[in-house]
Structure formats: structure tokens, C-alpha cells
């Protein structure tokens, strides 16, 4: 069967969770393919919240196999705080760890930090490691869970080798690492040759989850202001490591809410501020999952939307969070360099919000197949 992809068409943030989760129900694998810890993943369920930021977000589905395949960098912190976190869920018994994924150390966090007071960076980093971990990869003195499974005490002397690197001294800092790397091989039965597994069941039903989004894609995003690792279609082939065939011939799902948000530094044509700014920001809850940051909010900007749209190549799109807009006297979108002006509404089912929807498909040339209009699971619809 081929691979549902799903893809944040925006600066992430778009409720990928909940879009794994409306799918999961129906698959076999779920399989996380990019990004680390720094971005948290949010099902709400019965007015529970469960926020992931490393597993797969079909967990709550006992049926789902859940993969984090070698294009994430795993921060085994994390890991290992989810793995407890979620037990009464059977992680265990269902969760499978790339061999091949990067590990994202203490040092790397510590790195992180030194260098945001050190540099006074405007990029707005969430401190957790990532792209200092992505450093050590291209710069091929990463540690992958391989060489742990391998060599565990050579991999000590390579966690000193590149805390070196990075100028971290603080004895503390290595042990915490050193002990983390114990921990986590005390599981060492769920690191396994994803490549190899995903591979052997291509005929099965398979959802490939993405982190962050299209414009914080490294390749594609507004540079610097990006995170380190491709956030497309094509890195779902590489951070799965399957022929781009299975991701091209599959169903790929962009989504996107019905209006912008992004936190942290960069370019936001769109961005609002006031009272409507506070008012979207409220009525859709948009502080970080993981960093409680406050979002910037704005307009829904289909001149970004579709140029995701002509790198990945959607079936359909997914819109969320169409009720945060409800109430509003107008709504805009942004396209072509100008802004458009919608009369207001007060459900999705109203008139002028199906106007709305209906614009954002001809101008996309691509269907909105999906609307979500609540935070809870069953708040979604089927156009």
C-alpha cells in the first residue's frame, strides 16, 4: 500500500498530531521520519492532552506500530521520559528506533545555550540541541545508537572528543550523558535496521509523520531563520530511507491552519498585531506545546501555501483550527501580493466560511479534503 506522507505546509505548528491521529486509526505503521525533541506533537482526546515530542503520535492507537526512523536526531533524554511517561500505552511492545538516528546528548543542549549567550543569536533557538547535533552529523563525528550498541565504552571517549569540539568542560555535563547512554541501552532491544523494516512492509498501511514545517525546511524555509533538517515530501525519503517512488506514489497531505502562525525570528509577510492578533492567539491556544512561546500570528498565505503546494505536490490539504476565525467580523487571506477580505462566520458550515475554503482551493489548484474545527479527536470532518 502506498505511504500517506503528511506534511506542515506552514511554519509548523499546524496540528500534525491530530492529523496522524485522524489517519492512525486506520494504519499499521506510523513511522516519524525527521526533526528531534524541539518540537512537541499535541492529541487531545476526551479533553486529555498528550503532547510527544519524540514518539510517533499514533500511541494512543495499541494496534500502530510506532517508528522513529534515522532522519530524527534523538535526543535520548526525551526518549527515555516518554517511554515512561506513555508505558501504560505498550510503548514498548510497539516502538521501534532506527540503529542509524543520531544522538542528541546533554552536550549538545549545553552547546546550544553557550552559543545563544555567547553570539546574542536572533535565530531564536529552543535551546534543545538540535542544530549542534546536526552539526556533529555533517561533520561526521556524530554518535549514532549503532556505535553505543557496538562499542559503549568507546563511545564514552567520543562524547569527551566532542565536548571538546564544542568547548563544554563541565564534568557534570559528561556524566549526565554517560548515565543517559546507560539508560537507554537498558532498552536495547527497540533499536533495530528501520530502513530494513519499513522497506520489508511497503504493503502495509503507512503513515510517515513530519516535524516543524515547509518554511522552516532548511532547503526552503526563509534562511537563516530554519531548523536543520529537511521538513518535505523528499525528506521523507531520506529520513525514512526508502525510494522517493513510495513517498511519490502514496497519498501526501499538506496541512495548514486557516490562518498563520510562527514563533520565533523571521520574515512573516502576513503578521497582525492588536486586538485581532490577540484575539487569534487566545481563541486558538498558540504558545508552544514544548517552549511555551507565544506565537506570531497572521493572515493565511496562499502565495507560501502554494509554493509548498509545487515542492511536495499534495493530494489534498488538511485545514485546521477553522473555528479559531469564528466570530471574527472579516477574515483576509494573502495572495498574488495582496490581501482579499471574507465576511465573517460563525461555524465552519456557514456560507461564508465554505467561501472561504473554496477560495483557498482555486487558488491553490489543489482540494481541501479535511477540516478540523475543534482540538479534540473527533473534531474533524470529510469534505
Known sequence: MPITTIIDASFGDCGKAKVVDYFAKDSDIVARYCGSSNSGHTIVVDG?????????????Y??????????????????LNEIKQFSKFDILSRLLVSDKCHVLFPYHKAADRENEKQTNSKIGSTKNGVAFCAQDKFGRR??????????????????????????????SIYDQSVNL????????????????????????????????????????????YVTSIPCTAAGAALGLNVSPRAIGQGNIVGLTKAYTTRVGNGDFKTELDGDIAETIRKNGDEYGSVTKRPRRVGWLNLDELRHAHMVNSFDSLFLTKIDVLNNLQTVCIFADDKYIKFDGWKSYEDENCKKYVKAIEDICKVPVSYISFGAERSQCAKR
Open 62 to 79: 495499541r494496534h500502530v506500530k510506532l517508528v522513529i526512523a534515522q532522519g530524527v536526531l534523538l535526543d535520548i533524554e526525551v526518549l
Open 48 to 60: 486529555e492532552k498528550y503532547i510527544t515530542r519524540l514518539i510517533p503520535s499514533a500511541l494512543l
Open 181 to 224: 547512554m546507560f539508560e537507554v541501552l537498558k532498552y536495547k532491544e527497540i533499536f533495530v535496521d528501520t530502513c530494513k523494516y519499513i522497506n520489508q512492509n511497503l504493503d502495509k498501511n503507512i503513515i510517515a509523520e513530519s516535524a516543524q514545517g515547509v518554511f522552516l525546511d532548511i532547503e526552503n524555509g526563509y534562511f537563516p
Open 142 to 171: 556524530g554518535i549514532r545508537a549503532v556505535d553505543m550498541l557496538k562499542d559503549i565504552y568507546k563511545t564514552t571517549d567520543n562524547i569527551k572528543e566532542n565536548m571538546k569540539f564544542w568547548n563544554i568542560n563541565d564534568t
